[in-house]
Nanobody, 114 residues
Framework: QVQLVESGGGLVQPGGSLRLSCAAS????????MGWYRQNPGKSRELVAA???????TYADSVKGRFTISRDNAKNTVYLQMNSLKSEDTAVYYC????????WGQGTQVTVSS
């Protein structure tokens, strides 16, 4: 029922920034905790940031201090602001609920390269 559509990825130089968006439809967005995941070929998805229904956030150690997750419930959208990007951040980024009850979207490619 819920559809998740990620956007905002692209090619950026090391040290640069990107802002990812995840638009949700089908059910009220505010009832879900949400997270951003990333995945490289041949590897499992890794949760890098999460935000609960009260707006509290958590981050993987690898992105702390560089990434910021936020949400706008009125727009059914969750964001990931990524600063000081490193080559290791290259991946396909997905949004989803950490509860694991929603279908995955297409993801958006982030490539960090000089």
């Amino acid at each position: 029922q819920v559809q998740l559509v990620e956007s905002g990825g692209g090619l950026v130089q090391p040290g640069g920034s990107l802002r990812l968006s995840c638009a949700a439809s089908g059910r009220p967005f505010s009832i879900y905790g949400m997270g951003w995941y990333r995945q490289n070929p041949g590897k499992s998805r890794e949760l890098v940031a999460a935000i609960d229904t009260s707006g509290r956030t958590t981050y993987a150690d690898s992105v702390k201090g560089r990434f910021t997750i936020s949400r706008d419930n009125a727009k059914n959208t969750v964001y990931l602001q990524m600063n000081s990007l490193k080559s290791e951040d290259t991946a396909v980024y997905y949004c989803n609920s950490p509860q694991g009850t929603l279908e995955w979207g297409q993801g958006t490619q982030v490539t960090v390269s000089s």
